[in-house]
C-alpha cells in the first residue's frame, strides 16, 4: 500500500469518527429535570446598630479628656465630685484623675477604678471590664512614676556629691595658689650663682 492511498484513508474516516464520537457523548448526557427557580426575598434593611452599653461613650468620653488642658481637667473633676456618686461617675473621675498631675491622684484614681471593679452592685457590672483595665493601667503609671522618683532622686543625690567633690577640687587648688604665693622667689636663669652685681 503506498503512502497517498493510506492518507486518503484517514482522511476518509475521519468526519465518520468525528460523527461517532459526537453521537457517543450525547447519549452519555443525561437530562435533568428543570428545577423552578427559586424566589429570592430580598434581606430586611439592618438598622443601625444600638449601643449595648455605656462603654462606647466612656471611651469617646476618655478620648475627649485626653485633649483637655490641666484646667480643664480640674473643672471636668470639679462638676464630677458635685454628682451623685454611681459606678459610671465613679469611672469617669478615676479617667480624669488619671490624667491630672496632682500628688496623689493616680492614688485615688486607682482606688475609685478598684472599687468599681470590685463591686458587687447590679449597676456596676457593665463598667467592670473597662475599670479592671484601667486600674491595671493606672498601676502601671504608678509604677513607673515611683520609678521616676527613685531615678530623680538618685540623680539629685549624684549631682550633689559631684558639686561637693568640684567644690573639695576648688579648695585644693585655692590652696595651692595661696602656697605658691607664699614661697620666696626662684632666682632668675639669668644670674648666675654666687655673682653680685
Not at 469518527?17 to 429535570?33: F, N, V, W, Y
Amino acid at each position: 500500500m503506498s503512502d497517498v492511498s493510506v492518507h486518503h484513508r484517514a482522511v476518509c474516516w475521519q468526519p465518520l469518527l468525528c460523527l461517532l464520537l459526537c453521537a457517543g457523548l450525547a447519549a452519555c448526557t443525561t437530562t435533568r429535570p428543570r428545577v423552578p427557580a427559586l424566589s429570592v426575598t430580598p434581606a430586611p434593611a439592618l438598622e443601625a446598630p444600638q449601643p449595648l452599653d455605656d462603654i462606647g461613650p466612656l471611651l469617646n468620653y476618655h478620648q475627649a479628656l485626653r485633649r483637655m488642658s490641666q484646667g480643664e481637667l480640674l473643672k471636668e473633676l470639679s462638676g464630677l465630685m458635685q454628682q451623685k456618686r454611681t459606678p459610671r461617675v465613679a469611672l469617669q473621675t478615676g479617667m480624669v484623675l488619671m490624667l491630672t498631675r496632682g500628688s496623689g491622684d493616680l492614688n485615688r484614681a486607682q482606688g475609685l477604678l478598684d472599687n468599681v471593679a470590685n463591686s458587687t452592685e447590679a449597676n456596676a457590672a457593665p463598667y467592670k471590664p473597662l475599670a479592671l483595665m484601667l486600674a491595671s493601667y493606672c498601676s502601671e503609671a504608678r509604677r513607673l512614676a515611683e520609678h521616676v522618683d527613685k531615678l530623680t532622686a538618685q540623680l539629685t543625690a549624684q549631682q550633689k556629691d559631684s558639686q561637693r567633690r568640684i567644690d573639695q577640687l576648688n579648695d585644693m587648688v585655692e590652696g595651692l595658689k595661696n602656697i605658691e604665693r607664699t614661697l620666696p622667689l626662684r632666682p632668675s636663669a639669668s644670674t648666675a650663682p654666687g655673682v653680685v652685681k
